[in-house]
Each structure stands twice: as structure tokens, then as C-alpha cells.
């Protein structure tokens, strides 16, 4: 088990990994952080958290490497090269992606993470901004047992429902699995509400009406109220959406599978980010509804 006493360093301080790293923080954990745009780190550095110049010294003074990034080439460019983590990361140290990237990356990163003595994990996450802030995402986790044994007292400090999937990889495919679920449920919600609205009903006392029975879903319940006010500032950008939604049926297709409402959902989040809301939260969806 990691200890109190293990340097944590974390690149990437978004809309996730700012409250993630700030937990991590409030638990009694120094932190390292890294970020492109430092301006989005300097919340954490005015709370004691240290800044590292690159990647490389950060890695290099880390116990527990974290990285939450945006697209496959951002976790490619931060891992490899001799400027990357694996490249500078300590023996027996541990490498953990949040990101939501292709699993065959994740294979990848750990194959050449053993191959120089450091446990890696892919370990996707869910619950948006609020879950984050609140230490409850819901955490997926693909490696080996000893690593996710490790690191579970960090996780829990992140998120509340905390699986090991399986081997390396296993956590992008339950990533996935998840976003797929996401993508036809938001369709529902937005034509739900545009329905209610339709039908000159008070869409407020409808939600309060389904939220808790069985069209309950996250997206109901967090992400329609958002809706409702107008209020599409980024828990979860549109942009990242489509990037999962891709990464998601590219490996559909690989396993030859159907997936209508992945393709309809990709398809329409594609026209939104056309409309100039590819920086704007996923519950912007109902722009198009409307």
C-alpha cells in the first residue's frame, strides 16, 4: 500500500483533474502538478501544491504519477519520448491514466511501464464535474491486482465506486461501455424535455415527476436541470464527448458490432460542435431540440 508520505504528481488540472488533485490535497498528500496552461493550475499552487516546469521533473519526483488529459495524442505526448513519464519515472513507482483514451494505448503504456519496473493502470473516470468536486466518481480500473490493491486508499479519496475490471485495457472498454450508455440516454432526456415542452407541461415538475423512477439516470437528474437554466457551461465538454463517442465505435466496429445509438448520438453531438458548442458542457445537446 502506498503510504501518507508518497509524492504525488498530477498532469493535467482541468475542469477534472483541478478538483481530483484538490482532494488529493485536503486528504494530507503533496502534490506535484504539471499542466500545458499553468494559469490553470495556479488554484492548486496557491493551495501548496508544487509546480513542476515539464513533465519530465515531475516525473522524476513523483511516487504516483496521475494524468488526466484530453485526447490519445496529449497521453501519447506525456508518456513517451524521452521527455515522458516512462522515461522518467522512478522503479516501482506507479503510473495511473484518467483519461478516456483507446485500450490498446493503455496495453501499451503498461507493457513498456513493466518493462522498466513500474506498475501502470488505466483508470477511466465518471461523475462529471460534481463527482469529481465531490470525491465520488465512479473510478475503472484495468492492471493488476497488486497495483490497484496499492492505490485503492488514493482512489477512495477520488471516488466512491472503485472496480477492477481486469487486465491492462480493461478499464478504457468499461469507459466506453459507460459512454455508450450516456449517448442514446441524452438523446432521451432532450427529446423528453422538448416533449414535455410540446405538450405545455411545466418541464421542472416533470423531471421531479420521472427522476426517480425508472427513467432515473444522471443525466436526468444532474444534466436536465442544467438544461432547463440554460446553463451549459463544460462539466463534460462536447468535444471530449465526441472524442469518446469515436474512440467508442471504432472499437464497435472492430468487434463487429451494432450500434445505432452510438452512431446517432456521435452524429448529432457532430452537428452541435458544427453550431460552435464543441467548448460548451454535453447537456448543450438540447440546443438542437429546441
Request: glycine share 10%; charged share 20%; hydrophobic share 40%.
Amino acid at each position: 500500500m502506498v503510504t501518507k508520505e508518497a509524492k504525488i504528481g498530477f498532469v493535467g488540472t482541468g475542469v477534472m483533474g483541478k478538483s481530483m488533485a484538490r482532494n488529493l490535497m485536503n486528504a494530507g498528500y503533496a502534490v506535484n502538478v504539471y499542466n500545458r496552461t499553468k494559469a490553470k493550475a495556479e488554484e492548486l499552487i496557491e493551495k501548496g501544491a508544487v509546480w513542476k516546469e515539464t513533465v519530465k521533473q515531475l516525473a522524476q519526483d513523483s511516487d504516483v504519477i496521475f494524468t488526466m488529459v484530453g485526447y490519445p495524442s496529449d497521453v501519447e505526448e506525456v508518456y513517451f519520448g524521452g521527455h515522458g513519464i516512462l522515461e522518467n519515472a522512478k522503479p516501482n513507482s506507479y503510473v495511473v491514466d484518467f483519461t478516456t483514451s483507446k485500450p490498446s494505448l493503455a496495453v501499451e503504456i503498461y507493457e513498456k511501464a513493466s518493462e522498466k519496473e513500474i506498475y501502470s493502470l488505466d483508470a477511466p473516470v465518471s461523475g462529471g464535474d460534481i463527482g469529481a468536486q465531490n470525491g465520488k466518481l465512479a473510478i475503472m480500473v484495468g492492471g493488476d491486482q497488486i497495483a490497484f490493491n496499492a492505490l485503492l486508499p488514493i482512489f477512495e479519496v477520488m471516488g466512491e465506486n472503485i472496480i477492477l475490471q481486469g487486465k491492462a485495457g480493461s478499464g478504457q472498454y468499461t469507459k466506453l461501455a459507460n459512454q455508450i450508455t450516456i449517448a442514446s440516454n441524452m438523446i432521451g432526456v432532450c427529446e423528453a424535455i422538448a416533449f414535455a415542452k410540446k405538450a405545455g407541461l411545466d418541464p421542472d415538475k416533470v423531471l421531479q415527476s420521472i427522476s426517480t423512477g425508472a427513467a432515473a439516470s444522471f443525466s436526468l437528474s444532474k444534466l436536465a436541470p442544467r438544461m432547463l437554466q440554460n446553463d451549459f457551461a463544460p462539466g463534460f465538454y462536447v468535444k471530449h464527448f465526441i472524442k469518446d463517442m469515436t474512440i467508442a465505435l471504432e472499437s464497435a466496429k472492430e468487434m463487429d458490432m451494432l450500434s445505432p445509438g452510438l452512431e446517432l448520438s456521435l452524429n448529432l453531438y457532430k452537428e452541435l460542435a458544427e453550431k460552435g458548442e464543441e467548448d460548451s458542457g454535453t447537456q448543450a445537446l438540447i440546443k438542437l431540440f429546441l
